[in-house]
């Protein structure tokens, strides 16, 4: 199976979390939602619009907390606490270890543990200010290797 542009964004993302301290699995929770908010973002977002509270539902309750921001360095999504657990959300959407499983390992075949361990070393070559800042790490990089990357590690998925 092919490794895609979103595969690569997915796997540098969740190293680069790793890197800067997120668990294992909070970090592919991460790498995967940023991969879909990046997909979502090149074809244009086509969500539901921010629904306005009416002047009722402000009387009652005049401060609503509806979604928690979660900052790694610079660069912000949205989080849900689930079963005390910590996972990323688009929309509603939780970005889980089953879903980054589904969409993300199952595309690298029986070389994931390869693939992710050269993503640890890509990660590993940055200094922290291009790790922390969201352009940094999506200028320098994940867009300079990323088609290198995909051809790489569909080539690689395909050997036996």
């Not at 190293?15 to 294992?24: D, E, I, S, T």
């Not at 879909?36 to 306005?52: E, L, N, T, V």
């Not at 993300?104 to 922390?132: G, V």
């Given at each position: 199976?092919?490794?895609?542009?979103?595969?690569?964004?997915?796997?540098?993302?969740?190293?680069?979390?790793?890197q800067l301290g997120l668990?294992?699995?909070?970090?592919?929770?991460?790498?995967?939602?940023?991969?879909?908010?990046?997909?979502?973002?090149?074809?244009?977002?086509?969500?539901?619009?921010?629904?306005?509270?009416?002047?009722?539902?402000?009387?009652?309750?005049?401060?609503?907390?509806r979604r928690a921001a979660?900052?790694?360095?610079?660069?912000?999504?949205?989080?849900?606490?689930?079963?005390?657990?910590?996972?990323?959300?688009?929309?509603?959407?939780?970005?889980?270890?089953?879903?980054?499983?589904?969409?993300?390992?199952?595309?690298?075949?029986?070389?994931?543990?390869?693939?992710?361990?050269?993503?640890?070393?890509?990660?590993?070559?940055?200094?922290?200010?291009?790790?922390?800042?969201?352009?940094?790490?999506?200028?320098?990089?994940?867009?300079?290797?990323?088609?290198?990357?995909?051809?790489?590690?569909?080539?690689?998925?395909?050997?036996?």
């Amino acid at each position: 199976m092919k490794v895609g542009r979103f595969q690569v964004m997915a796997i540098l993302q969740a190293a680069r979390a790793k890197q800067l301290g997120l668990p294992l699995r909070e970090a592919k929770s991460w790498g995967l939602n940023r991969a879909i908010f990046y997909a979502a973002a090149k074809r244009g977002f086509k969500g539901k619009p921010i629904q306005s509270r009416s002047l009722k539902e402000i009387s009652k309750k005049p401060v609503e907390r509806r979604r928690a921001a979660y900052f790694l360095g610079d660069e912000m999504a949205y989080s849900s606490k689930t079963g005390g657990e910590l996972y990323f959300t688009i929309g509603e959407t939780l970005q889980t270890e089953s879903d980054y499983q589904r969409q993300i390992m199952k595309r690298f075949d029986h070389i994931y543990s390869k693939a992710w361990k050269e993503a640890l070393q890509i990660i590993r070559q940055y200094p922290r200010e291009i790790l922390l800042s969201q352009n940094g790490f999506f200028q320098d990089v994940y867009k300079p290797r990323r088609d290198e990357l995909s051809a790489k590690w569909t080539k690689m998925s395909e050997e036996v």
